[in-house]
């Protein structure tokens, strides 16, 4: 199966549709997985696929035992790659018209309760009242994922401009390049600036403008985060392990719980769609229904 239509879509999805180069990876990694299963069916032309062939392609992924989100998602991948290439003439007639896959079962994401997240966040300035710049910085990343609820890949891109320690912001770019502003409160900033304090002592040729820089002076990566984020949380007593991203439901659900309208923590999280945000409203559902029927004598 040739694959030389391929660049020609990664193309298409840089420019004309501005996906980011990560999104770009999956859908070529998608079209790859299907390029091999057509190739192991002899099938040697994108003109020879027909609708049969897509479905046999999903069917054996599920019979592989492949998550329903990895199966929704190739199908998704594989009807933009087609409904393209039918209308840039590579093919007559787009087989995926007719495709479905699997509804992607909206599991809730895990979360910590609030004396949880407190307590996260004490743990990290105990730790951080000591010499080592490292640990301020530490509690500074924690205190702003909570804060704000951004992504771990919005805070390492981060620079000391984008965040306003008057006002209280940060200036996020998010997916697709949107840029946004999210708030954050007094517990955040007081860390940031005793983290910018210390950050010289870490700074190095090279380390340019990142807020958060590694020990060896170069800008904080998304795996960094995540282990500060693992090690923390594991002090806290019957916490679940989350990363970075468990921080970010955590803040969206904490939100909701204290009265923020739905369009507001929408806007602050960066979604596209309302409908992203709404699984909020599930989980702060879900554990008032847990906390009534622990409590209530009649539940």
Same mark, same amino acid.
């Given at each position: @199966?040739?694959?030389?239509? +391929?660049?020609? +879509?990664?193309?298409?999805?840089?420019?004309?549709?501005? %996906?980011?180069?990560?999104?770009?990876?999956?859908?070529?990694?998608?079209?790859?997985?299907?390029? *091999?299963?057509?190739?192991?069916?002899?099938?040697?032309?994108?003109?020879?696929?027909?609708?049969? $062939?897509?479905?046999?392609?999903?069917?054996? @992924?599920?019979?592989?035992?492949? =998550?329903?989100?990895?199966?929704?998602? #190739?199908? =998704?991948?594989?009807?933009?790659?087609?409904?393209?290439?039918?209308?840039?003439?590579?093919?007559?007639?787009?087989?995926?018209?007719?495709?479905?896959?699997?509804? #992607?079962?909206?599991?809730?994401?895990?979360?910590?309760?609030?004396?949880?997240?407190?307590?996260? @966040?004490?743990?990290?300035?105990?730790?951080?009242?000591?010499? $080592?710049?490292?640990?301020?910085?530490?509690? =500074?990343?924690?205190?702003?994922?909570?804060?704000?609820?951004?992504?771990?890949?919005?805070?390492?891109?981060?620079? /000391?401009?984008?965040? $306003?320690?008057?006002?209280?912001?940060?200036?996020?770019?998010?997916?697709?390049?949107?840029?946004?502003?999210?708030?954050?409160?007094?517990?955040? *900033?007081?860390?940031?600036?005793?983290?910018?304090?210390?950050?010289?002592?870490?700074?190095?040729?090279?380390?340019?403008?990142?807020? +958060?820089?590694?020990?060896?002076?170069?800008? @904080?990566?998304?795996?960094?985060?995540?282990?500060?984020?693992?090690?923390?949380?594991?002090?806290? *007593?019957?916490?679940?392990?989350?990363?970075?991203?468990?921080?970010?439901?955590?803040?969206?659900?904490?939100?909701?719980?204290?009265?923020?309208?739905?369009?507001?923590?929408?806007? /602050?999280?960066?979604?596209?769609?309302?409908?992203?945000?709404?699984?909020?409203?599930?989980?702060?559902? $879900? %554990?008032?229904?847990?906390? +009534?029927?622990?409590?209530?004598?009649?539940?």
């Amino acid at each position: @199966m040739d694959r030389a239509p +391929f660049d020609d +879509f990664d193309r298409h999805l840089r420019s004309e549709r501005g %996906r980011s180069e990560h999104t770009v990876r999956a859908y070529r990694g998608d079209l790859e997985a299907l390029a *091999a299963f057509l190739d192991e069916h002899e099938t040697t032309e994108w003109s020879q696929v027909r609708l049969g $062939d897509l479905r046999s392609w999903l069917a054996s @992924m599920d019979g592989g035992g492949a =998550a329903r989100g990895t199966i929704a998602r #190739r199908a =998704a991948s594989a009807r933009a790659y087609f409904r393209w290439a039918a209308r840039t003439g590579v093919i007559d007639q787009d087989p995926s018209l007719r495709l479905q896959s699997p509804r #992607r079962t909206r599991a809730l994401p895990g979360v910590l309760k609030q004396d949880e997240a407190r307590a996260l @966040m004490d743990v990290a300035a105990v730790a951080a009242d000591d010499s $080592d710049p490292v640990h301020r910085r530490d509690a =500074a990343v924690l205190e702003l994922l909570y804060a704000t609820g951004i992504r771990v890949s919005e805070l390492t891109g981060l620079d /000391i401009d984008d965040v $306003d320690l008057g006002e209280r912001v940060a200036r996020v770019v998010g997916k697709g390049d949107k840029e946004r502003s999210v708030p954050f409160g007094v517990p955040a *900033a007081r860390a940031l600036e005793s983290w910018l304090a210390v950050r010289p002592l870490l700074v190095i040729e090279g380390s340019g403008a990142a807020l +958060f820089l590694g020990r060896r002076g170069r800008r @904080m990566d998304v795996r960094q985060v995540r282990t500060v984020v693992h090690r923390l949380l594991a002090h806290v *007593a019957d916490a679940p392990d989350l990363g970075p991203h468990g921080l970010r439901h955590t803040a969206a659900t904490h939100l909701l719980e204290g009265g923020a309208d739905l369009r507001q923590v929408q806007e /602050i999280l960066g979604h596209a769609s309302l409908s992203t945000t709404q699984i909020y409203t599930h989980v702060s559902t $879900d %554990r008032l229904r847990r906390s +009534f029927r622990q409590a209530h004598p009649r539940a």
